[in-house]
DNA sequence: TAGATTGTTAATCGATTAACAATC
DNA sequence: TAGATTGTTAATCGATTAACAATC
């Protein structure tokens, strides 16, 4: 095991990707797998499995390849999903209670503890088993059960507000699902879940090299001179 | 102009990005803006700005900066939402309910025709003006608006099923919120927007490089070897 | 002209891929 | 032992950053 100072993002963002093939597999009870064969459930190639786990041990057995739970077992340890994760929402809107149903049901090793909003009409509604909360008891939860990652789904005007106090109460990580650019200090993390982005680059693809061509062209003969 | 063979995806990724500060820009009446300055706004270094703009054209002015309106044009044009985008989400559940408000509301430029379900209880349902129609109304309709984008919001085990006839009626760009990978012919462009890697791979982060340690560092401690 | 800022080429950095020795 | 597959080092590729000439 090389003793790398830091895991590259990219590495980290493939973590989950492992689990839930490795998920997967213990349910169709296939016990050992090669780097080969993981590659073909994750679309990844061998040699990058192989050396994304270089990064955190020496997992496997030569000559054999990797004993599923046992890896399993290593990817939640080293992700930090050994024990179940408690996680906030913030906003409770269509987004926010969308997103809290989902992670409910589709997300084992994380639960939502709580979601918060500031409009009167949602706060004491349940989301199956969650409540909805006002943002006034945000702080106390937060430090009740010792919750260090939230998830923003608040209108963009109030991210930035929300991320504040957020980090204030000891959150360490956010993702983000409001358009903007959020400032945090060093050493909190925030991933942006942005859909207008995803979408938008999307689009960008669903018209041909040729196509985009033309438009540009097209706007070139219509005008006399760049811009000034 | 450099004639760049092709566009790396992380450079179309930012153009979303620069199409929204300049929006914002705009709405503050700013006219005219410097890449160091769209450096401020978006968080990309300037260097970095010129050089993606530079893969599609120079649409800037030397010693003065890009005109807002000039260069968000460009951008829109480049993206190809020059025109309103026609999109279809398929998937009527909670997230695909909130990703059609959502879309709605915050989508300047992409325009939700319809979105699609199997299940009875919710066709002919509306969300907001979007009607909710069955999986046998998808291709007419994908044929009548021309639609070239889907979103994917329906559970894991559906969505190769619906990515193949998607596919089929001339489908070529997917936004997939289903946790799985999908497998598409060539030519063919899939996201994934998978809400569980983004969290997980959060909460990677959000323990310090010495908490990890101490995890993995437990385990091996309570084992003799290790597995086989 | 002097000052400013772009567009572009060159240098650097980081991540992926290839190769192979270690070893089950 | 022979065959297989890991873990790791080296080579390649691609993206970012730095430098600077072009030019408004």
């Known amino acids: 095991m090389p003793d790398h ?36 459930e994750t679309g990844f190639t061998p040699e990058q499995i192989r050396k994304d786990l270089a990064y955190f041990g020496a997992f496997g057995t030569r000559g054999t390849g990797y ?49 918060f909003d500031n409009d009167p009409d949602v706060i004491g509604e349940k989301i199956l088993n969650i409540e909805v909360l006002p943002a006034s ?9 010792g919750i260090k990652v939230a998830v923003i789904a608040v209108p963009s005007q109030k991210a930035q507000q929300v991320v504040d106090d957020l980090v204030s109460y000891g959150i360490k990580a956010v993702l983000n699902f409001a358009p903007v650019k959020l400032e945090v200090p060093q050493g909190v993390q925030v991933h942006n879940a942005d859909l207008t982005i995803e979408l938008q680059s999307l689009i960008y693809y669903s018209s041909s090299e040729k196509e985009r061509m033309t438009r540009l062209q097209k706007e070139k003969e219509g005008e006399i001179e760049s811009p000034q």
């Open 5 to 40: 100072s830091y895991t590259p993002q990219t590495v980290v963002k493939r973590l989950p990707v492992y689990l839930r093939v490795l998920d997967n597999l213990l349910r169709r009870e296939i016990e050992i797998i090669s780097s080969k064969e993981l590659s073909g």
């Open 67 to 115: 004993q599923t739970s046992y890896l399993r077992e290593k990817i939640l340890k080293i992700i930090g999903l050994d024990q179940e994760t408690p996680i906030i929402i913030v906003g409770a809107g269509h987004l926010g209670i969308a997103l809290t149903r989902y992670n409910i049901t589709n997300n084992p090793y994380v639960e939502v503890v709580a979601a």
């Open 137 to 145: 008891r945000m702080e106390s939860l937060i430090q009740e059960y």
